[in-house]
């Protein structure tokens, strides 16, 4: 049981895969930990409960809402705590690069409830509102830019990319021929004309019809496979060895490159198989704690649908 000081009030984002993530990454007190992406700090919070008032935590978070959470957590954890703000896929590689050492690291991946529930950020299609999907309120692009002016072709691009959307060509065309009399504001607008674009059946199939195109703006509006390609490296590199490393995604996008990372990651030697001796030298720099991603449980699911979709991958640093 945390300390109650540590517990998540009802509001807060709810932590996927809690027990799973404690489980792996298996913190001990005096240890370094790495929360590069804090949100309301549910992780982060049963993560500190194990370094039992002894060792250190990094949060690290692009979005400037969440420094409330930290200073309670902060207050109640005993910890030698810090925040940055910044990109992940900015901030790890510059603490590898300044010397920083960790012994377990915890990406979450994604969009967090905090940001989905409030209806100002623009993240949700379930909600009219103004068309943003920053997690830095303060970056220049946002959702009604890349919609408004980014190329038809683009736009294609895009939604095939990071949403795998079907019609992707359709519901560009629809965006198009729209915006040249009236710019895109707000959500709804998107999401009516998403709907217009598709053929009749495909509007009740499997989820929502906007969730593949919001999902695919949500990641350009805020890089996101860039900044995790990035951070991967980084944050092995600043792992000690023995140390671990959990990453948690909720699409295919982003756990196809944190499994093919994981994999190269574990590969000995590279030398051809008729190479009757290994002349490369290559040493397995991590190993793999599950060999398939976990999931969250049925209980779990049916408390917080959110979560249905997450899987999470973990790794051990070789020592």
Not at 64 to 69: C, D, E, G, I, L
Request: glycine share 6%; hydrophobic share 40%.
């Amino acid at each position: 049981m945390l300390p109650n000081v540590l517990q998540p009030s009802a509001t807060d984002h709810v932590p996927v895969l809690a027990d799973e993530v404690r489980e792996s990454l298996a913190v001990r007190p005096g240890d370094t930990v790495v929360d590069a992406t804090f949100g309301a700090g549910g992780h982060a919070a049963v993560l500190a409960a194990d370094l039992r008032g002894r060792g250190k935590l990094i949060a690290i978070d692009r979005d400037p809402t969440v420094r409330t959470y930290f200073e309670r957590l902060e207050r109640g954890s005993g910890l030698q705590a810090r925040l940055l703000r910044g990109d992940f896929g900015v901030v790890l590689p510059q603490l590898a690069e300044n010397g920083v050492q960790a012994d377990a690291i915890l990406l979450d991946l994604g969009v967090s409830s905090m940001q989905l529930d409030r209806p100002e950020r623009g993240f949700s299609y379930a909600t009219d509102a103004p068309l943003d999907m920053r997690m830095d309120s303060s970056q220049d692009v946002d959702a009604r830019a890349i919609v408004n002016e980014w190329p038809e072709k683009e736009l294609v691009t895009i939604f095939r990319r990071y949403g795998e959307e079907r019609y992707a060509r359709q519901i560009a065309k629809a965006i198009a021929r729209r915006r040249r009399d009236q710019p895109f504001e707000r959500t709804g607008e998107l999401v009516d004309t998403i709907k217009s674009a598709i053929p009749a059946p495909a509007r009740f199939g499997e989820g929502h019809p906007a969730k593949r195109v919001f999902q695919a703006l949500r990641i350009a509006v805020n890089d996101e496979l860039r900044s995790l390609e990035v951070a991967l490296p980084a944050a092995l590199e600043m792992l000690r060895p023995g140390g671990r490393l959990a990453v948690i995604s909720f699409h295919s996008l982003e756990d196809r490159i944190v499994k093919q990372f994981l994999r190269e990651r574990e590969r000995g030697c590279t030398c051809p198989p008729d190479f009757p001796v290994c002349v490369c030298g290559h040493e397995p720099e991590l190993r793999a704690i599950q060999r398939r991603p976990v999931r969250p449980s049925e209980a779990e699911v049916a408390a917080n649908p959110r979560a249905a979709s997450a899987r999470l991958r973990a790794a051990v640093k070789a020592e």
